[in-house]
């Protein structure tokens, strides 16, 4: 087996890790939203969007570094790093797009004693 077919290989099992990151995600914050709703736990609609919103972060973060790999790896041409530069422009921006909508922060703003607080609310609730 040589280098190239290895890191192709490497590339698309993280693209899979990134799709599974997304559609378990996706599962776990409809079936955490349905059990706080049958139990009248607040807060779910909030909940549930931070919690998808996290998943589909860390799915995009996984999908990005798939294409970075087999890109720069396996095609290293000028055509296939313009394509790619353009994919990470376009998932940069829906990641910031995603922190802002969950965090109400941007990605480089630290983090305040208010998100700490709420953080910590969280925790307890989810324990409750």
């Avoid at 990151?21 to 709703?37: M, P, Q, T």
């Avoid at 480089?108 to 307890?124: L, N, S, T």
């Amino acid at each position: 087996m040589e280098f190239g077919s290895v890191i192709a290989m490497v590339g698309e099992v993280i693209d899979i890790l990134g799709v599974i990151a997304i559609v378990v995600g996706v599962l776990y914050a409809s079936i955490d939203a349905a059990l706080r709703g049958l139990r009248r736990v607040s807060p779910v609609y909030t909940r549930f969007r931070r919690v998808l919103g996290r998943a589909i972060l860390l799915g995009l973060e996984l999908l990005v570094a798939a294409d970075i790999i087999k890109t720069v790896a396996v095609t290293p041409t000028l055509d296939s790093v313009v394509v790619l530069a353009i994919i990470v422009l376009i998932r940069t921006f829906l990641s910031w797009s995603l922190e802002l909508e969950v965090s109400g922060r941007w990605p480089w703003q630290k983090r305040g004693a208010a998100d700490v607080e709420v953080d910590a609310a969280d925790a307890r609730a989810e324990r409750a």
